[in-house]
């Protein structure tokens, strides 16, 4: 079963959404947001992910990565975290997560067809796919 399954970043009329989904799966998943700080302005908090993908203000061992999330017609329903390159520190290709209102669904299977997909763009094609 296929799911209509769109990855990409939230946009800033989705604040309550992003919210919902960090809510709901951030609990039992703390890492489903990475980079995200309670009390950061939304608005600062894509800025930060359009400077990982870039490259800029990474830590130290830490490589670009883009963090995408999935969404079903409004909803989030997981996301994903696809690095760009690999270091002897950070030894896996991409982690994706769903919420536990579509965990058991098609969702998860489609956000892993998205993300392989998405790893054979230029910036990532170099990387062979290993999911935590």
């Not at 769109?6 to 919902?20: I, K, N, S, V, Y």
């Not at 670009?64 to 270091?87: C, D, E, K, M, Y």
Request: charged share 20%; glycine share 6%.
């Amino acid at each position: 079963m296929q799911t209509d399954l769109t990855l990409r970043l939230p946009r800033e009329g989705e604040e309550e959404e992003f919210l919902r989904a960090h809510r709901a799966t951030s609990p039992e998943v703390p890492y489903f947001l990475h980079f995200y700080k309670e009390g950061v302005p939304f608005s600062r908090y894509l800025e930060v992910l359009a400077e990982q993908e870039r490259g800029l203000t990474l830590a130290p061992n830490h490589i670009p990565s883009t963090f995408l999330f999935a969404f079903v017609g409004q909803r989030i329903v997981g996301r994903v975290s696809i690095r760009h390159s690999l270091n002897r520190f950070l030894s896996v290709w991409a982690g994706i997560s769903d919420t536990p209102s579509f965990r058991n669904s098609a969702a998860g299977v489609t956000l892993l067809q998205s993300s392989i997909c998405l790893s054979r763009s230029p910036a990532t094609s170099s990387v062979s796919p290993v999911f935590y």
